[in-house]
């Protein structure tokens, strides 16, 4: 079991946040034909729905840009993973191809419009993880970035440091081919339970089709 929890700092900036996460065993694969049809479908329908301006309305990215402000961020600098999946979708690119596990959360995220953290458990310094807000100077290694500025950005630490934020995961906890362990989090600055919950029942049927997902734990904090 991982004790997922907020810091009061985050409590204060951003009051509505929810978060839930799922935890599983899987089986990650280099690509998933079945998936990227289902990838491709999606984008078709996607498309035809919104605008690259009319996602910014979305309650999910919204409240997401909101945080950022409340914690020190500029959201169109440092864009969340969620509205930056979108947006790329919408600009007329495809989605990246990197594994299929990722490419499953990716998929969950543009859905739902929540930025989600895809992490390899079992490499987590202790049994906790705390959403604070980065400080200035912190050292953060962003996945494919280099040093990434988290300094007012919210931040999952374990005992070591960061792992995770809305705009990159950390290159130390990151998925591969030879995870086996997940812990995917889904960030709801918009406080909208329902809406958690339907994305974290979401990635749990993909993670089974697509995955081989099994001994599900949900966190909820």
Not at 51 to 68: H, L
Not at 89 to 106: P, Q, S
Not at 145 to 158: A, T
Not at 174 to 200: C, F, M, P, R, W
Request: net charge negative; proline share 4%; charged share 30%.
């Amino acid at each position: 079991m991982i004790n997922i929890r907020c810091s009061e700092e985050i409590k204060r900036a951003c009051p509505e946040f929810k978060g839930m996460a799922l935890e599983a065993t899987v089986i990650n694969t280099p690509y998933n034909e079945s998936l990227w049809k289902e990838i491709e479908r999606f984008t078709v329908e996607y498309r035809t729905k919104y605008t690259v301006d009319s996602i910014k309305e979305m309650p999910a990215i919204q409240a997401t840009r909101t945080a950022y402000k409340r914690c020190g961020k500029d959201p169109s600098r440092y864009r969340p993973s969620g509205e930056a999946l979108c947006r790329r979708l919408l600009r007329g690119l495809e989605l990246y191809k990197v594994d299929t596990v990722v490419d499953l959360i990716n998929l969950v995220s543009i859905v739902s419009g929540y930025s989600i953290g895809g992490f390899d458990a079992d490499n987590f310094e202790g049994d906790a993880l705390t959403l604070g807000i980065g400080r200035a100077g912190e050292p953060y290694e962003g996945i494919g970035r280099g040093e990434l500025n988290i300094e007012g950005m919210p931040v999952y630490r374990d005992a070591v440091g960061g792992v995770g934020t809305p705009t990159s995961d950390n290159e130390r906890t990151k998925l591969s081919l030879g995870t086996t362990h997940l812990l995917a989090i889904v960030n709801g600055y918009d406080g909208d339970t329902t809406h958690l919950q339907e994305t974290i029942d979401y990635m749990k049927a993909l993670l089974e089709e697509y995955a081989e997902g099994k001994n599900f734990v949900k966190y909820e904090f």
